[in-house]
């Protein structure tokens, strides 16, 4: 997380997180000697786990199953005419706070969320230049989930319809999700994500073995013993 780490949030820093999110799972991977079946990133957090799946990415099995799969929840499609220096900041910061930014190169700004980041001129002008199309493009194979909310004002959702323009529809959906906002605050925004998360998850990493030595999840009959 941006908070526990040793590193401040930038607003541009998609490298640095990409590279912490590979440690993260070859820590897992290498020294847990454990799977890592699924990756979640929100807002500016999806970029970094949609590189993984593009540089990872592998035709799944004859059972239509990856060994992992990706959701991007209120991703910002980075390149898109939404991630403007005008778009970001709130409509209503001061002249004084513009004034700041426009005469050091950098101020405590407000989002549109209401939270409070320290953004600077190189990172904007970072950002504008960063263009994600390739790096979508290029996921031919992994199963990717995107979810965004319709109040979302942090990152509008003509983000999740630029991401389902570009994706390949075969392995990538789309859910829009009623009156959520980009931090799905409500519980009941969370409970829906986790139940269709874990209905992801499992439907596409699970094996379905055709001797019977494994039955999916989505196969068994309540009351029944399974070998696993």
Wanted: net charge negative; proline share 3%; glycine share 6%.
């Amino acid at each position: 997380g941006e908070d526990e780490d040793k590193h401040k949030w930038r607003y541009a820093d998609i490298d640095r997180e990409y590279e912490d999110l590979c440690r993260i799972v070859d820590f897992i991977k290498e020294d847990l000697k454990m799977e890592v079946y699924c990756m979640v990133g929100h807002s500016q957090g999806s970029n970094a786990v949609l590189r993984y799946a593009s540089e990872h990415d592998k035709p799944a099995d004859h059972q239509h199953r990856n060994d992992t799969v990706y959701v991007n929840l209120a991703g910002c499609y980075f390149g898109h005419e939404e991630h403007t220096l005008d778009d970001v900041f709130d409509e209503d910061t001061s002249p004084e706070k513009r004034a700041e930014y426009a005469k050091t190169g950098r101020s405590t700004l407000e989002l549109k969320g209401g939270r409070g980041f320290v953004v600077t001129k190189e990172d904007v002008e970072k950002r504008e230049k960063q263009d994600i199309d390739e790096m979508i493009k290029s996921i031919k194979h992994s199963h990717v989930y995107t979810m965004h909310g319709d109040k979302d004002k942090d990152v509008p959702m003509s983000n999740a319809h630029k991401f389902k323009e570009v994706l390949p529809g075969e392995n990538c959906w789309t859910k829009i999700v009623e009156d959520a906002d980009h931090s799905f605050s409500n519980v009941k925004h969370v409970n829906f994500l986790l139940i269709k998360i874990e209905w992801f998850v499992r439907y596409y990493t699970t094996p379905a073995v055709t001797d019977g030595s494994v039955t999916p999840w989505f196969l068994q009959k309540p009351g029944e013993i399974y070998n696993h």
